[in-house]
C-alpha cells in the first residue's frame, strides 16, 4: 500500500512536471515574426493587397482596350507601297489595232488612304463593348466589397480565436492553482487523493484545449494573411483580444428599406443589367446592322514610269480615288437567322440571369439580417449566462471555504464559466461578422461602425 501510495505521488509529480514544462515551452519565442493587427488595417490591406482585385482591374483593363479597338474601326487606315510591272510579249497597238512584239515596263510607286467601315458591325460593336466596360467597372467594385468581407471576417475570426486563447489560459491557470492547493492538502492529510486527480484530469484537459485554440488562432492568421496577400509565415495577431460588438446597422433595420437599398445599389446587379444592355445590343446588332450599308473609299497619290525597252521613260504624277456602298447578304449579314436568333437567346438568358440574381440579392439581406438580429439575442443570453455562472462559482467557493462544498462542483461550475466565456465571446465575434456580412449583402458601407453602447441586459463584458 505504501509503494501504491509513492508510486501515486510520483505520477502526480510528473504530471506537474510536464504540465510546468509546456507551459515553459509555450512562452519561449519562436522564429516566426508576430504582427499585431486591427481592423481599420486589415481593411486598408484589403484593399491594397489583394490580388482579386488586381485580377478584376486588369479584366477591366483590357476591356477598356477592346473598347477603343471597337471605336476605332470608324477611322481609316493608311498604306503604303510601289509596284513593278514588265511585260515581254506580244500588244497590240491603240487605235490601229495592229499586233506587234512588244517589251515595256512601268513602275507605279505611292500611297494609299483606305477606310472600310462595316457601318452596322462598328456603332452595335462599340455600343456592346461600351456596356461589357461598364460591367466591369462594376465587377470591380463588387471584388472590392468582396475583399472587405473577407478582410473583416477574417479579422474577427482571428480576434475571436486570440480571445479563445485568453480564456483557455485563464482556465488553464486557474485549474493548475487549484491543483496545488489540493496537492498540498492531500500532502497535509485533510483532502481525499482522488479529488486531486480530478482537478488533474480537469487541468490536463484545459492544457489540450489551450493547445487546440493556438492551433486555430495559427490558422486564422494565416488565412487572414492569404486575404491580404502577405506572407504567411508572418504571424498576424489581434491588437485588442477584448472583443466588443459594432453597429453597421441597428437590429431593428426595416427588411423592405434594405432589400430596396440593394436593388438600388449592389455592384452586381448594377453589373447584370450592363449585361443585358450588352447583349440587347449585339441582338440589335445581328438585326438592324445588316441594313446599314458598308462604306468603302481609297484615295491613292503617287505616280506612273516606264515605257518600252531602249525608249526614253516619263513619269509623271497619278491620283486614284474610289468610293462605294454595299451590303452583305448570307452569314453575317443580310438573312442571317442563325445569328438573330443566337443574339436574342444571349439576350433572353442575360435577362434571366438578372432576375435571378434579384432573388439572390433580396434573399442574402433576409439570412444576413435575421442572423444579425439573432446573434443580438445570443449575445444578451450569453451574457446573462455568464452573470450566472461567474455567481455560481463565486458561490462554489463560499462554500468550499466553510467546508461544505466539494470539489466536483468547483470543477463543475469552473467549466460552465469557461464554456460561458467561450460562448459569449463566441456570439460577439459572429454579430460582428454578420454585420459586415449584412453590409455586403445591401451594396454598400453605410457609415464608419461604432460600438454599441446598450448591451440588452446586466452585467459586464468578460
Known amino acids: 500500500m505504501r509503494s501504491e501510495i509513492c508510486d501515486l505521488r510520483f505520477t502526480i509529480y510528473a504530471a506537474g512536471v510536464l504540465v510546468a514544462s509546456l507551459g515553459w515551452v509555450s512562452a519561449q519565442p519562436t522564429n516566426e515574426t508576430s504582427y499585431p493587427i486591427d481592423l481599420p488595417t486589415a481593411l486598408r490591406l484589403a484593399g491594397a493587397r489583394n490580388l482579386d482585385i488586381q485580377l478584376a482591374r486588369e479584366r477591366l483593363n483590357e476591356l477598356q482596350a477592346n473598347r477603343r479597338s471597337a471605336q476605332e474601326q470608324f477611322f481609316p487606315w493608311i498604306t503604303a507601297g510601289a509596284a513593278y510591272h514588265r511585260r515581254d510579249g506580244v500588244a497590240q497597238a491603240v487605235p490601229a489595232g495592229t499586233i506587234s512584239d512588244a517589251h515595256f515596263q512601268s513602275y507605279n510607286p505611292g500611297g494609299a488612304v483606305t477606310a472600310q467601315m462595316d457601318l452596322g458591325d462598328a456603332i452595335y460593336k462599340s455600343l456592346a463593348a461600351k456596356q461589357l466596360v461598364k460591367a466591369s467597372d462594376q465587377a470591380l467594385e463588387a471584388q472590392r466589397q468582396d475583399s472587405t468581407l473577407s478582410a473583416a471576417q477574417g479579422y474577427f475570426d482571428l480576434a475571436k480565436a486570440g480571445a479563445l486563447v485568453e480564456v483557455a489560459r485563464e482556465a488553464l491557470k486557474t485549474s493548475g492553482d487549484y491543483q496545488q492547493q489540493l496537492h498540498a492538502a492531500v500532502s497535509s492529510g485533510i483532502v481525499f487523493k482522488g479529488d486531486e486527480l480530478r482537478v488533474q484530469t480537469q487541468t490536463e484537459r484545459y492544457e489540450i484545449t489551450l493547445r487546440q485554440a493556438l492551433e486555430r488562432q495559427r490558422v486564422a492568421a494565416a488565412e487572414l494573411a492569404l486575404i491580404l496577400h502577405l506572407d504567411s509565415t508572418v504571424e498576424l495577431v489581434p491588437q485588442d483580444t477584448l472583443l466588443a460588438p459594432i453597429t453597421l446597422f441597428e437590429t431593428n433595420a426595416s427588411m423592405h428599406g434594405l432589400v430596396e437599398q440593394a436593388l438600388r445599389t449592389r455592384p452586381e446587379l448594377k453589373q447584370s443589367q450592363a449585361f443585358v444592355s450588352a447583349a440587347r445590343a449585339a441582338r440589335n446588332g445581328a438585326v438592324y446592322g445588316p441594313l446599314i450599308p458598308s462604306v468603302g473609299a481609297q484615295a491613292f497619290g503617287g505616280g506612273l514610269g516606264g515605257g518600252p ?125 454578420a454585420q459586415y456580412g449584412l453590409n455586403k449583402a445591401v451594396g454598400g458601407l453605410p457609415g464608419p461602425p461604432t460600438a454599441h453602447q446598450t448591451i440588452p441586459s446586466s452585467g459586464q463584458h468578460p
Do not use: C, H
Request: avoid cysteine; charged fraction near 20%.
Open 309 to 433: 525597252d531602249g525608249g526614253s521613260g516619263n513619269f509623271g504624277a497619278e491620283g486614284d480615288y474610289l468610293l462605294g456602298v454595299s451590303w452583305r447578304i448570307g452569314p453575317g449579314g443580310l438573312f442571317d437567322s442563325g445569328r438573330v436568333n443566337a443574339g436574342k437567346a444571349r439576350l433572353a438568358s442575360a435577362r434571366l440571369g438578372e432576375a435571378k440574381l434579384k432573388d439572390t440579392i433580396i434573399l442574402q439581406v433576409v439570412v444576413n439580417l435575421t442572423r444579425m438580429q439573432s446573434l443580438w439575442a445570443q449575445i444578451a443570453i450569453a451574457q446573462r449566462n455568464l452573470a450566472t455562472a461567474n455567481e455560481t462559482l463565486r458561490m462554489t467557493r463560499e462554500r468550499k471555504q466553510y467546508g461544505v462544498g466539494v470539489v466536483l462542483e468547483d470543477i463543475q461550475a469552473q467549466q460552465e464559466l469557461t464554456q460561458a466565456r467561450s460562448d459569449y465571446l463566441t456570439a460577439l465575434a459572429e454579430y460582428n461578422k
